[in-house]
């Protein structure tokens, strides 16, 4: 009995080294399988210089890749980080020893210097699931100017100041500037000839006096180039107002839960002293300016005090440093009827150039909810735009197999 047994493990024994020895060398086979249809992608040239470029210009570029591997090479998809740079229809399907090409476009308008920009090709290669290849050069403007605008920032109303821009032109051929034109108020402008054909500079000035807020001005230059005929520049001076009030209206909330106060400020820069007279709050309806309540303000602690029945006050305090101006403090009860145009808090000055300030008191709009119709109808358009890329998926599916397809039935037609 005892023998048996010891036949029946040795039976088992055989039998299990000759499973795993079976298992084993179909492993090998799978693995040796599989190294011998491994595919591989080299690109010719990964990058491409294409020296200078005008800034504007459309630059064209075919990158040729080949498949170095044993098995079939597939190109998913070419993706980059901006729109500026993108591929073509390109060569999904490459056997083993075939070339691919991927034609690409870059659009240079938005750049200026030298640039490298990446584009990365996903493949079904093991060790190289994303391949990078790069386009590079130097982009220039044809005629460079800088800077861009003559920005004056912040100016005093009766002082002349001067900025100056250049102009540089990298064009092969030299140009000529016919004229200089000034559109618009409060600045002057003057053409300097620094090297004949190639560098000019304008020195823009403003021209006293300046109007308090925004002064703005375009200089149209001419010239004979026939692509660059008319440059446009953009002079631009601020000159703030001997008084100001920040912010320039008081907002409130569209529904008020409890009580708000909003603060603002009056400032001046003027030389004399500057005082507040009167405060009072006018209703805006229809635009017509009658008072709220018939009251008048009345004098505080460094200041004056306005209210109206419904409990809206209005508190104008002068600062510790007088020279700066006042401080105004609106207190809103909750719920308070602004009206559908609000209100305005009305100051009397003694200023001859400003002899009443108005700062309005209005709500801030209320964000409409869109209605089920708009809803349903922006629901649609979400849903035509998904439909719209799973079509142009699904186009791509079909034009990968029917790539597959030709190459496969290439294949087995050279093997005949």
């Known amino acids: 009995m005892s023998a048996v047994r010891w036949i029946k493990t040795l039976v ?6 000759s499973c795993s020895g079976t298992l084993l060398l179909a492993q090998e086979e799978k693995k040796a399988e599989a190294e011998a249809e491994k595919p591989d992608i080299e690109f010719e040239t990964p990058t491409h210089d294409f020296g200078r470029a005008e800034s504007g210009s459309v630059l064209e570029y075919v990158f040729t890749f080949k498949n170095t591997g044993t098995g079939t090479l ?3 998809k070419i993706t980059s980080k901006c729109g500026c740079f993108v591929a073509e229809s390109f060569d999904r399907v490459v056997e083993p020893g075939e070339s691919g090409k991927i034609p690409v476009r870059f659009e240079t308008r938005r750049f200026r210097g030298k640039v490298s920009k990446p584009m990365f090709a996903s493949t079904n290669v093991p060790e190289k699931k994303m391949v990078k290849f790069f386009m590079e050069g130097e982009i220039y403007d044809a005629i460079a100017i800088e800077p861009k605008s003559a920005s004056f920032g912040a100016s005093l109303t009766n002082t002349q100041e001067s900025k100056y821009i250049t102009l540089t032109n990298n064009l092969e051929e030299k140009i000529e500037i016919k004229s200089v034109k000034l559109i618009g108020d409060g600045f002057g402008v003057k053409l300097q000839v620094h090297e004949p054909g190639r560098r000019f500079v304008l020195e823009v000035s403003t021209s006293p006096p300046l109007v308090y807020g925004v002064n703005r001005a375009s200089i149209e230059v001419v010239t004979n180039a026939k692509k660059y ?9 601020y000159v703030p107002p001997p008084i100001m009030v920040t912010p320039s ?13 909003r603060t603002a400020f009056v400032r001046h820069s003027m030389a004399r002293p500057f005082e507040v007279l009167d405060v009072r709050i006018l209703g805006a309806e229809a635009g017509l300016e009658t008072p709220v309540a018939p009251r008048e303000s009345k004098k505080v602690a460094n200041g004056l005090l306005t209210e109206t029945a419904g409990g809206l006050s209005v508190r104008v305090i002068r600062d510790k440093d007088e020279k700066r101006g006042y401080r105004l403090v609106v207190d809103v009860p909750r719920d308070y009827p602004l009206g559908k145009e609000g209100l305005s808090i009305v100051i009397d000055t003694n200023s001859a150039e400003y002899p009443k300030i108005s700062v309005p008191i209005k709500r801030a709009r209320v964000v ?8 349903a109808e922006a629901q649609l358009d979400r849903d035509l735009e998904r439909e719209e890329r799973m079509a142009m998926k699904r186009a791509n599916r079909r034009a990968l ?16």
């Open 401 to 416: 197999r029917k790539q597959e397809a030709a190459s496969e039935k290439k294949k087995k037609g050279s093997g005949k």
């Open 12 to 17: 088992l024994l055989a039998l299990c080294l």
């Open 74 to 76: 597939r190109i998913e």
């Open 249 to 261: 209206s008081v907002q409130l909330a569209p529904v008020s839960r409890s009580k708000i106060r």
């Open 229 to 237: 005929s008319k440059l446009e520049i953009l002079a631009a001076a």
């Open 368 to 375: 409409r909810k869109l209605t089920d119709r708009e809803y």
